[in-house]
């Protein structure tokens, strides 16, 4: 991260480089990134943002002399590509992974202080102060990111790691990498080769939100009381109607229905059946 840029519109964007280098969070990789997967998270994320679905952007790529090794194909066989680095905009770049790594390490302190911060720059509705703002801060993080989902099934778009590092407090599409978008329907399409167990298949994307959700959960428990903590498993339980309310009105609209009838959702499963067996 760095740094906070506010446009003529009063806009507030956090600007991120990716590939430039180790930093204390590269695990035990380089840091860099490759000129191959900069363009095409470049391409993808300002695609999302005209397909109206929330997302980081890309203002730009710088092309490295620099020869990066990577495995394409997770194969064992390593080859020399040219680097690259995107700089890339967010509303906010916090993820699940943000408080569920002070959450697991005891710094409650510091998750609450860094809670308070989140829902003070980008959650005006929920008053700093409120004794339920973490609550009220969940009930929101599970409808947004329901609809998030629903958004990318409407078009046919697989991230390809759905882990809670990966998953936007502020339900945008976060961390391009192994992504695809499906040419023909297909519920076990799987855009990342490494990916062998299907964990994050196109049709498992609803199932691994709700996985990634409980564990926002447990990481905000040690700050709710027992009735708040009661509340937020009964907001979580009421995740998948809030998601297939979503993707019924988005296929309804892509089918051109009007008002409600009982069989819209057979008629939309149905025709996503068809779809599969052509």
């Not at 978008?181 to 939100?209: C, H, L, W």
């Not at 959960?217 to 809030?242: F, H």
Request: charged fraction near 25%.
């Amino acid at each position: 991260l760095i740094g906070v840029y506010t446009n003529r519109n009063g806009e507030r964007w956090e600007l991120q480089l990716k590939g430039s280098g180790k930093t204390p969070y590269s695990r035990n990789g380089d840091g860099r990134a490759v000129l191959r997967s900069s363009v095409r998270e470049f391409l993808c994320s300002e695609a999302m943002h005209y397909l109206r679905i929330p997302t980081s952007r890309a203002a730009s790529i710088v092309v490295s002399d620099d020869d990066v090794w990577r495995d394409q194909f997770y194969n064992g066989n390593f080859k020399k590509e040219r680097g690259a680095v995107v700089l890339r905009l967010a509303k906010s770049w916090f993820r699940i992974g943000s408080l569920e790594i002070l959450a697991h390490s005891g710094e409650l302190d510091l998750e609450r202080k860094l809670l308070d911060f989140i829902i003070q720059e980008h959650f005006p509705s929920i008053a700093v102060h409120d004794s339920n703002r973490y609550l009220e801060f969940f009930s929101t993080v599970v409808s947004e990111t329901a609809n998030l989902i629903a958004l990318w099934m409407s078009v046919g778009f697989a991230h390809g790691v759905c882990n809670t590092d990966n998953f936007s407090l502020l339900s945008i599409t976060l961390d391009y990498g192994p992504f695809g978008f499906m040419d023909s329907y297909d519920p076990n399409f799987v855009p990342n080769t490494s990916d062998d167990e299907g964990r994050y298949k196109i049709g498992n994307q609803a199932n691994v939100g709700l996985f990634n959700l409980s564990k926002l959960l447990q990481a905000l428990k040690p700050l709710l009381d027992p009735k708040q903590r009661q509340l937020a498993s009964q907001i979580l339980a009421g995740y998948g109607e809030l998601y297939y309310t979503s993707f019924r009105e988005l296929f309804k609209t892509k089918l051109g229905l009007l008002g409600e009838n009982e069989n819209d959702n057979d008629l939309i499963a149905f025709l996503l059946k068809v779809s599969l067996l052509c």
